[in-house]
């Protein structure tokens, strides 16, 4: 069965910065592209970012470019976002998830998620 | 960026109503539409993509098609397990943007 978890959420002040990691298991985590995906407190969904399975290349959202950094760990099964210079408008649930290919491309669609971190801007 | 506009986007209904929530997106996207269910404090879950191919797992009820730019979810005899809020996904081009989210609440 595949499971994605993620971890690294908090509280963090504006300005701050925040590691969120994503450990995958059940896959070949290599064979797939990985995004994250944010929703805002009663908002709906933001893609946030994406990297391909073999990690050449990555994608980001205007609201988080320059701020933010995907990264991944084939080793380790592990995703990660690196955000730095957050804002409150950065406050969200913030997923991983998993296309159903991608090892040289990502697609955008999402077939499994994780349960989601919580990353709480504020001072 | 692709701008993708759900509607309704609240719908009261009852167990065994059939519902239909439509998609439209401000640019052609051909078939490159998924749609996702989310239930409270939940994460989203795939239901439907090319617009209308069902994922694995994923009841027969549910249904999606396309006519043109726009696309529609169609629940037939909607069980208590439905109500949830649903978002249609554009695939067709970076950024992957999301609808704003239709919710089904019971009635």
């Known amino acids: 069965e595949v499971q994605l978890l993620e971890s690294g959420g908090g509280l963090v002040l504006p300005g701050g910065s925040l590691r969120l990691s994503c450990a995958a298991s059940?896959?070949?985590?290599?064979?797939?592209?990985m995004s994250w995906v944010r929703q805002a407190p009663g908002k709906g969904l933001e893609w946030v970012s994406a990297i391909t399975g073999n990690e050449a290349d990555t994608y980001y959202a205007d609201s988080v470019k320059g701020r933010f950094t995907i990264s991944r760990d084939n080793y380790k099964n592990t995703l990660y976002l690196e955000m730095n210079n957050l804002r409150a408008e950065d406050t969200a649930i913030y997923y991983c998830?998993?296309?159903?290919?991608?090892?040289?491309?990502?697609?955008?669609?999402?077939?499994?998620w994780g349960k989601g971190t919580t990353v709480t801007v504020s001072s | 960026d692709i701008q993708l506009t759900q509607s309704p986007s609240f719908v009261s209904a009852s167990v065994g109503d059939s519902v239909t929530i439509t998609c439209r997106a401000s640019?052609?996207?051909?078939?490159?539409l998924a749609w996702y269910q989310q239930k409270p404090g939940k994460a989203p879950k795939l239901l439907i993509y090319g617009a209308s191919t069902l994922q694995s797992g994923v009841p027969s009820r549910f249904s999606g098609s396309r006519s043109g730019a726009e696309f529609t979810l169609t629940i037939s005899s909607l069980q208590p397990e439905d109500f949830a809020t649903y978002y249609c996904?554009?695939?067709?081009?970076?950024?992957?943007?999301f609808g704003q989210g239709a919710r089904v609440e019971i009635k």
């Open positions: 059940g896959i070949t985590f290599s064979s797939y592209a």
């Open positions: 996904q554009q695939l067709i081009s970076y950024p992957w943007t």
């Open positions: 998830a998993k296309e159903p290919g991608g090892y040289y491309e990502v697609s955008g669609l999402l077939d499994v």
């Open positions: 640019q052609a996207i051909s078939s490159y």
